[in-house]
């Protein structure tokens, strides 16, 4: 199976600040998908199709990426994106996701 | 819109089986989509177990293909997922997802989960 290693596994930044988490593949894929969780919820749909924003999620967030290798980006960081990102691949069978990367507000 | 609630035992004792249901609304689970069920521990590692697919064809996670079972009951739009010989280690947070029926997809679609405790 695809081994899905995020990093770095914990990491805080100020509001306004840039954020850039990474997400590396064992095998290349062909999309990835990023979820948003926060304590006491279900994971909840973030980027698809690598770069594809889900509904509801603001503009400031970005994905990108390719092969093996993919991140998320925040242009401005917000209170409200304080939350753990898990990256998720399913090119092929079984479906994997990272151990996530847990954003924490300064 | 699509809704998915899980429902469970909550305790379950070593070596016996596990079955939680997962009542979907807004969405009939014959028309389209695969119907997921996915786990996440304490620590929270996340790990997809299997689905049983709008068609009735299931695919399981091969670390758990014997001892996992996804079925379904048309009638009351919910589908079903029971574990044999339970151990400690299925400890953890059980949800139920919805994703589209091809390759190279996601899960649109959640649960709020339902936690599930093994223990004696």
């Known amino acids: 199976q695809i081994v899905l290693t995020q990093s770095p596994a914990l990491m805080s930044a100020s509001p306004g600040e840039k954020v850039t988490m990474t997400c590396s593949a064992s095998?290349?894929?062909?999309?990835m998908y990023w979820y948003q969780q926060k304590p006491r919820s279900s994971p909840k749909p973030w980027i698809y199709?690598?770069?594809n924003l889900a509904s509801g999620v603001p503009a400031r967030f970005s994905g990108s990426g390719s092969g093996t290798s993919y991140s998320l980006t925040i242009s401005s960081m917000e209170a409200e994106d304080a939350a753990t990102y898990y990256c998720?691949?399913?090119?092929?069978?079984?479906?994997?996701f990272g151990g996530g990367t847990k954003l924490e507000i300064k | 819109d699509v809704q998915l609630q899980e429902s469970g035992p909550g305790l379950v004792k070593p070596s016996q089986s596990l079955s939680l249901t997962c009542t979907v609304t807004?969405?009939?689970?014959?028309?389209?989509?695969?119907w997921n069920w996915i786990r996440q521990f304490p620590g929270n590692k996340l790990e997809w177990m299997g689905y049983?697919?709008?068609?009735?064809?299931?695919s399981y996670n091969p670390s758990l293909k014997s001892r996992i079972s996804i079925t379904r009951d048309t009638s009351k739009n919910q589908f079903f997922l029971q574990l044999n010989s339970v151990t400690t280690e299925d400890t953890a947070t059980y949800y139920c997802?919805?994703?589209?029926?091809?390759?190279?997809?996601?899960?649109?679609?959640w649960g709020q989960g339902t936690t599930l405790t093994v223990s004696s």
């Open positions: 997802a919805r994703s589209l029926f091809t390759t190279a997809t996601y899960f649109d679609y």
């Open positions: 199709l690598t770069s």
């Open positions: 998720q691949q399913w090119s092929s069978n079984p479906p994997t």
């Open positions: 049983i697919s709008y068609s009735g064809s299931t």
């Open positions: 807004g969405y009939s689970i014959t028309s389209d989509y695969a």
């Open positions: 095998s290349s894929v062909s999309y």
